[in-house]
């Protein structure tokens, strides 16, 4: 009934930039957080920046003053623009919703993960 759809990712330089977009759709009421997480080869998943209904964004240490979390609630959309990039920010990114049903019950659901590569 939801989907979570991610694009934008890919092979990109060192020092480049990517940006990364969630959109989701289906029976929504309403969304809460948005959220970024990312998993590289061999490591758990972590929680790269999030993101509340009202715009109150946060970010793991590792890439604050480098990427920016950023949603449009109209088009119940998530974005994350990444500057400067840098090798170990290679990783599959997720985007996670805590979506709000009909039945004001929330539900959280994940998107399928879309790769970024930064090489050296």
């Known amino acids: 009934q939801v989907q979570l759809v991610e694009s934008g990712g890919g092979l990109v330089q060192a020092g480049g930039s990517l940006r990364l977009s969630c959109a989701a759709s289906g029976s929504i009421y309403s969304i809460n957080a948005m959220n970024w997480y990312r998993q590289a080869p061999g490591k758990q998943r972590e929680l790269v920046a999030t993101?509340?209904?009202?715009?109150?964004?946060n970010y793991v240490d590792s890439v604050k003053g480098r990427f920016t979390i950023s949603r449009d609630n109209a088009k119940n959309t998530v974005y994350l623009q990444m500057d400067s990039l840098k090798p170990e920010d290679t990783a599959v990114y997720y985007c996670q919703a805590g979506i709000v049903s009909y039945t004001r019950r929330e539900f959280g659901y994940w998107g399928q993960g879309t790769q970024v590569t930064v090489s050296s």
């Open positions: 993101i509340t209904r009202g715009g109150i964004p």
